[in-house]
């Protein structure tokens, strides 16, 4: 990993990408609950920051800590960046603390089965480690989002009676439950990034 604070290139990168605006902040659930003009100015200012960044600088970006990378898998969602594809699944499997959530909804914005293979992929490792609390509610709602995009029905045998979720949520009590609740806070983020990326096309091709 590499640390903003003792690598010039990564920190100008974060100054340049992940800490204007707060960014880092506001992407994910916070950008729900932004309106109006202040909801403009968010969305054309990542546009035009994930028209900026360069390839090479989003493979630093993903080097870095859980700021950096969660900006990172949002700029690569707005600007469409599927060769970012396996390198988000790694991350996303890693499960090296918050931020996982940023790569479900990049994953999902992507939409194909290859997509949700990798959100299987990390579901078989990380149900069964009820130790490993960080992203598994945000990762079955994703496969629930895909589901309905895809017309299949990948997330049934998690959810079914003696499967790995229900085995997860026994072991883990406290925690929110209902993917598919949670699923609707992943549609509207996956609208939110779609909103974006309709911006970005069109930025794209005036250019």
Known sequence: MRYA?????????????????????????SSLRLSGPERDLFMRELVKAAGEITPAELGVLFEGGWRE?????????????????SRIGELLLASEGPGGGGYCITLATFGTSADADLVCRYLDRCLPQPDRVYDQIVALSTLLHLDAVLGTERASPYLAAGGLWQHWTDATPNLLRDPQKYRQVVDQLCSFASECAELFAGMETRH
């Open 5 to 29: 604070n003792t690598d010039p290139e990564l920190s100008a990168l974060v100054r340049r990408f992940v800490t204007p605006g707060r960014r880092y902040l506001r992407l994910g659930g």
């Open 69 to 85: 990378r969660k900006t990172a898998s949002w700029l690569v969602a707005v600007a469409g960046r599927t060769e970012f594809r």
